[in-house]
Each structure stands twice: as structure tokens, then as C-alpha cells.
């Protein structure tokens, strides 16, 4: 959250928000609020970072819109708020890489897909339903970044937000298979509805569909 230029960032999970964060960082003064992001890792970042976190006592890097409103107050209502939207099959994807794996054990075989099977249908995947849209319909946010599209958006948040021009670095970008297309995962279609199911506003909303090549 940034009192300098008014905004905040609701940070989903698994949608570059490590990216977002550290980029705009230059341009957060000494009061405004940074949460944590992992030091740099070579086996995970491409690019490296010197982020600092500040200000971040009672504050996380995933909170939800409700926990946001409730600890910032007025701010909510004045601020510009802003996200990243990313495809909810794309992202119980990088979910399983990022909580399950290691950069030893990122094959793509029919035990990796039980395996991404079982977590999915375990209810352990990470969902972004709560942090785009409530249950009546209301958007949180006053601009939606798409991931599928974030350097060209993010560009258009900075000139939005009059920053100057920031480059997005690539962190925790190496937890899954360079190119791997979300769907060759999904072992079958039960996988396929559950997600479905349980991030059902935003699909509707953002008029995703799950794009099969397997």
C-alpha cells in the first residue's frame, strides 16, 4: 500500500505478485507499507532483487480484500486498488509446482498426474475465488491486470498511476517446466470441473475457459 500515491496492491496468490511488488517498490516512500517477498534464489528467480519489506506489522502478502479493508480503514475507499487475474486452471497448475515440488521432481507422467489429481480433489490447491469478486457481484478492485497479458498492463497501471515507466522483473518463475501448458496436468475431466466448481465467479466474470491440448 502506497500513502504517496494512493493505491493499493491485492496481491492473489501465484499471479506474479512477487513481480508487481518488487517492481514498484522504487517508488514507495518511507511510510507507505511492503510486504515480505523471498529473498532472491537462483533455483527459483531469474532476475535478482534487493526488496525490503517496511511497515508490514499486521499486514501479510496474501490478504484478502475483507482483512485489507478491515486493518487500512478509509484508505480502502479512497485508494486505487488494483490485482492480477490469472486463469484458476493455470493457477492450481503453478500452485502444485510451487507447494508440492522441487526442481528435482518436475516431470510430466501419469504419476505426476495422479499426484496433481489427488491434490487438487484434497482441497490443498490454492484458489484466488475471494479476491476479485464478492458474492454479490461487486469487483474489489478498480483495475484488473491480466496475467496472460501483464507486461502490456502493467505498463498502462504505471501511466495510470503517473510512476514513471517500471520493469517487471521474472521472480519464482522456475518452479515449473519451462512452456508447459496448464491443461497437459489435468488427467481428466473430474480435475478439470472441480476447479471449476470452486472458482466459479471468477470463470464467469472473467469469461475463462480451460483451453484442452491434451
Not at 518488487?22 to 507507505?32: F, I, M, R, T, W
Not at 511492503?34 to 526488496?51: E, I, Q, S
Not at 478491515?70 to 486463469?87: E, H, Q, S
Request: a neutral charge; proline letters at 3%; hydrophobic letters at 35%.
Amino acid at each position: 500500500m502506497s500513502h504517496r500515491h494512493c493505491f493499493i496492491f491485492i496481491r492473489a496468490t501465484k499471479i506474479a505478485g512477487s513481480s508487481v511488488e518488487v517492481a514498484l517498490n522504487g517508488v514507495c516512500g518511507s511510510q507507505d507499507v511492503m510486504t515480505r517477498v523471498a529473498p532472491y534464489c537462483g533455483r527459483l528467480d531469474h532476475d535478482k532483487h534487493g526488496h525490503v519489506t517496511q511497515n508490514a506489522s499486521g499486514f501479510h502478502e496474501h490478504m484478502t480484500p475483507g482483512d485489507i479493508r478491515r486493518a487500512v480503514g478509509r484508505c480502502w475507499d479512497a485508494y486505487y486498488k488494483f490485482t492480477v487475474v490469472r486463469n484458476p486452471w493455470d493457477v492450481a497448475v503453478s500452485s502444485f509446482f510451487w507447494t508440492e515440488c522441487d526442481a528435482r521432481n518436475r516431470s510430466l507422467d501419469e504419476e505426476q498426474r495422479q499426484r496433481f489429481k489427488d491434490y487438487v480433489l484434497s482441497g490443498r490447491y490454492l484458489t484466488n475465488e475471494g479476491y476479485y469478486i464478492d458474492k454479490g457481484g461487486a469487483q474489489f478492485s478498480d483495475f484488473h491486470m491480466m496475467y496472460e497479458s501483464l507486461d502490456a498492463d502493467f505498463a498502462k497501471l504505471c501511466e495510470i498511476l503517473g510512476v514513471g515507466v517500471l520493469v517487471l522483473p521474472r521472480l519464482k518463475s522456475r518452479t515449473r517446466p519451462d512452456g508447459l501448458h496448464y491443461s497437459l496436468l489435468y488427467p481428466d475431466d473430474e480435475v478439470v470441473e472441480r476447479v471449476a466448481k470452486d472458482n466459479e465467479r471468477t470463470i464467469s466474470f472473467f469469461i475463462y475457459q480451460f483451453e484442452d491440448r491434451r
